[in-house]
């Protein structure tokens, strides 16, 4: 019965974003993707647009017009600031664990690591990992507007090192990252994983993913993981996947997994991620947000098919 209800009051906080979030324009991405702002700038904005948002006992529908679009816009800006949680964290730790420095403002490509060479100290690497699991977690109450949230987002903060805390967080417009993050569609999608698949993990790759798949792991109710496999923004060639990576993984190597792309266009991101990781787990399973025609894959799971 707990855990029913739990579940009840996950879905209604989720339900309460995400009504907001169905009156965008998901076909035009907002001026406000292109964001370059400190760390710890963004998780105060966050704090406080989760504070306005859960501020209101009411529903969308029953607001006057101008509150239901002051809070609309709060809800578009939350929902476009929640990826930098991971994504901060997850930079740190490839960071740490690569070898490389601890720049107030760049993503490294791995490649660079071969010209930095800098040991971090195993105590540090352990630290970046709890903070980048601690950051998916915190994330996803943040996206389902938990009351913990915000004191779970200071938290993270405080224990955050002074290099990443001030990080420079940096994001662009993108059409289809946008576009495949309509809850709508995530829920589309979600409900045809229920219907053939019962997946005990789901794996997105970062960083495009973070934002959509946010919403996709409460929806399916499974935990979250991401691995950083960024073949256009960051120049990856595969899967960025460490020890700890495993590490942490192991106790899904005989569960059945679902690996997520938000935007498949010739669909090699996924194919990599299939070869790279499948044999880590028992069963495997593809899934997008978008699917477009021309793409040499298909996904086990699709929630739309783009015609370009």
Known sequence: MRLVYHTIVVMASLLTFTRFLEWADWES????????????????DITNLM?????????????????????????????????????????????VEHGLPLH?????????????????????????????????????????LAPCAGQHLKNLLSETPPAVSSFIYTAIQDHYTWLGANPSLLSALAEKIK???????????????????????????????????????????????????????????????IFYDEDVAGGRTLELFVQRLSPLFGQVKTACSIRHAGSSIRPDFCGRTWWD
């Open 29 to 44: 991405p907002p001026e406000e993707m292109n964001c370059a702002m400190p760390f710890q700038t963004i998780i105060s």
């Open 51 to 95: 504070a306005d948002i859960t501020a209101e006992e009411v529903s969308p529908e029953a607001m006057s017009p101008h509150k239901a679009q002051e809070l609309f816009k709060k809800a578009i800006r939350l929902y476009i600031l929640l990826p930098s949680i991971a994504n901060v964290l997850l930079n740190y730790k490839i960071c």
């Open 104 to 144: 107030p403002t760049i993503y490294y490509e791995l490649k660079e690591a071969r010209k930095y060479r800098i040991s971090h100290s195993l105590g540090e690497i352990q630290r970046a990992n709890e903070l980048y699991w601690s950051s998916i977690k915190v994330a996803r109450e943040c996206c389902r």
């Open 195 to 257: 219907k053939a698949y019962r997946p005990s993990l789901l794996i997105g790759a970062a960083h495009g993913s973070i934002m959509p798949a946010l919403v996709l792991s409460e929806l399916l109710e499974v935990p979250l993981y991401f691995i950083r496999f960024s073949m256009f923004k960051r120049h990856d060639e595969e899967p960025i996947i460490s020890l700890s990576d495993q590490a942490w993984l192991f106790d899904f190597r005989k569960e059945d997994v």
